[in-house]
């Protein structure tokens, strides 16, 4: 590969593209609403969220010192981190605490990209660690929904237009801030209902010794903000 194509490369991954329309922000938007809301389209579309969710479990768990052993992932949109370490402690709070804000924050990250005008640097920054993510995941219904998340990265950043990558990224972030706002809720209603007894906010109870109403009201302000902060990096506000 000669030092032209490198450059090249390096030119369109960390170069900046220019800002899609106003509409094409707002139709991205109502696209991602109406894979959030209704139950329907939720029940599929969560399952990214739940890529986004157990991959903030482990990459938490790795930066903390953990050992990661392990993600699964489960057709009824649930998943599972495990790692060795510490039980207590600051890295084992931390790695609780991560996956239910990890969605929203992986979308505001992804709005402040988009404001700066990164969309191609937001495609293959999301398809690394998804590829990432893909070499520890330990059961097949797993692997077959990273492989195809991923997919679908790769096709349309070398694939499509420029257009059309501008609008699969905006999709994206507001997928991610939509759909991190609705998981802390649905969590609510299950502890209202007397399930969800080993939820990550009883987790983080045990761990802290602070009600788990509190870490559930912490991740009902991470997501809320996350929306209200990344919405307006995305619509220019």
């Not at 390096?10 to 109406?34: E, K, N």
């Not at 903390?64 to 890295?91: A, Q």
């Not at 991560?98 to 495609?123: D, F, Q, R, V, W």
Request: aromatic share 8%; with cysteine; hydrophobic share 50%.
């Amino acid at each position: 590969m000669d030092t032209d194509h490198l450059t090249d490369i390096w030119s369109r991954v960390f170069g900046t593209q220019p800002d899609p329309s106003l509409w094409l922000v707002i139709v991205t938007a109502v696209l991602a609403l109406g894979a959030v809301v209704p139950h329907t389209t939720w029940r599929l579309s969560r399952n990214a969220v739940t890529i986004a969710h157990e991959g903030g479990h482990g990459l938490i768990a790795l930066l903390t010192g953990r050992r990661l052993d392990g993600i699964r992932l489960h057709s009824d949109t649930s998943g599972l981190t495990v790692s060795r370490g510490k039980p207590t402690g600051l890295g084992m709070v931390l790695t609780a605490a991560a996956g239910y804000i990890a969605p929203s924050l992986l979308g505001l990250a992804g709005a402040a990209l988009l404001a700066a005008g990164h969309i191609t640097a937001l495609l293959w920054g999301a398809t690394a660690l998804l590829l990432a993510m893909l070499i520890m995941i330990r059961n097949a219904y797993g692997v077959l929904t990273v492989v195809l998340t991923g997919a679908a990265f790769v096709l349309v950043s070398w694939l499509t237009t420029p257009d059309v990558q501008a609008a699969f990224a905006y999709a994206v972030v507001w997928f991610l801030l939509l759909g991190g706002v609705r998981p802390p809720f649905e969590l609510m209603g299950k502890r209202r209902r007397g399930g969800a007894v080993d939820s990550d906010p009883d987790q983080l109870a045990r761990l802290t010794h602070v009600p788990a109403a509190i870490w559930l009201g912490l991740f009902h302000v991470v997501t809320l903000c996350s929306l209200i902060g990344g919405g307006r990096w995305l619509l220019g506000l």
